[in-house]
T-cell receptor, first 117, second 112 residues
Framework: AQTVTQSQPEMSVQEAETVTLSCTYD???????LFWYKQPPSRQMILVIR??????QNATENRFSVNFQKAAKSFSLKISDSQLGDTAMYFC??????????????FGQGTILTVHP | NAGVTQTPKFRVLKTGQSMTLLCAQD?????MYWYRQDPGMGLRLIHY???????AKGEVPDGYNVSRLKKQNFLLGLESAAPSQTSVYFC???????????FGPGTRLTVL
């Protein structure tokens, strides 16, 4: 079974600054996907960025980028030029790429990010 | 496309009452999931379905039942609600071979 751990229950950052959210995971699988989801107060789950384990290159989506360290089983999210709209709960999640566990997401506990003006 | 919809959005039950949460998706996805979200615990998988007529248990299935009679619908039932089932429930779906999972807006359930 997979586990995902987010060790930062809360983080805060000033507007326009950069913040990094941490995530570690444990799995015996070799082929999988990792995700960061954003959950604003509206409760909607929004996919921020994803990383395929077989890709060495770190994923980037505009102001969001990841630092994927497969050997260390670490998957951190960096938010650059933070905006007030980035204030939300952020979840790290793991999904097997195949087999009977395909499609099932394992989530971390979440990190509440507050962006201050 | 409406994506993934959930009915109802809010519900308050008394202990021992029963109810059914409905999830519907219009993307012709094969796989559907029910998660619950509790403070400090992230989302946890309750039950899931890999196709019409099939269901399977997830991480926290006790006290819940599910049915997938039609490909587009996935129902989550609580036969005898307990206060420990107070939570926010999310439905999600994903197409075969796809990577991105689509979530519904969630249902906030309170059991008194």
């Amino acid at each position: 079974a997979q586990t995902v751990t987010q060790s930062q229950p809360e983080m805060s950052v000033q507007e326009a600054e950069t913040v990094t959210l941490s995530c570690t995971y444990d799995t015996s699988e070799n082929n999988y996907y990792l995700f960061w989801y954003k959950q604003p107060p509206s409760r909607q789950m929004i996919l921020v960025i994803r990383q395929e384990a077989y890709k060495q290159q770190n994923a980037t989506e505009n102001r969001f980028s990841v630092n994927f360290q497969k050997a260390a089983k670490s998957f951190s999210l960096k938010i650059s030029d933070s905006q007030l709209g980035d204030t939300a709960m952020y979840f790290c999640a793991f999904m097997n790429a195949g087999g009977t566990s395909y499609g099932k997401l394992t989530f971390g506990q979440g990190t509440i990010l507050t962006v201050h003006p | 496309n409406a994506g993934v919809t959930q009915t109802p959005k809010f519900r308050v039950l008394k202990t021992g009452q029963s109810m059914t949460l409905l999830c519907a998706q219009d993307m012709n996805h094969e796989y559907m999931y029910w998660y619950r979200q509790d403070p400090g615990m992230g989302l946890r998988l309750i039950h899931y379905s890999v196709g019409e007529g099939t269901t399977a248990k997830g991480e926290v299935p006790d006290g819940y039942n599910v049915s997938r009679l039609k490909k587009q619908n996935f129902l989550l039932g609580l036969e005898s609600a307990a206060p420990s089932q107070t939570s926010v429930y999310f439905c999600a779906s994903i197409g075969r071979g796809r990577v991105e999972q689509f979530f519904g807006p969630g249902t906030r359930l309170t059991v008194l």
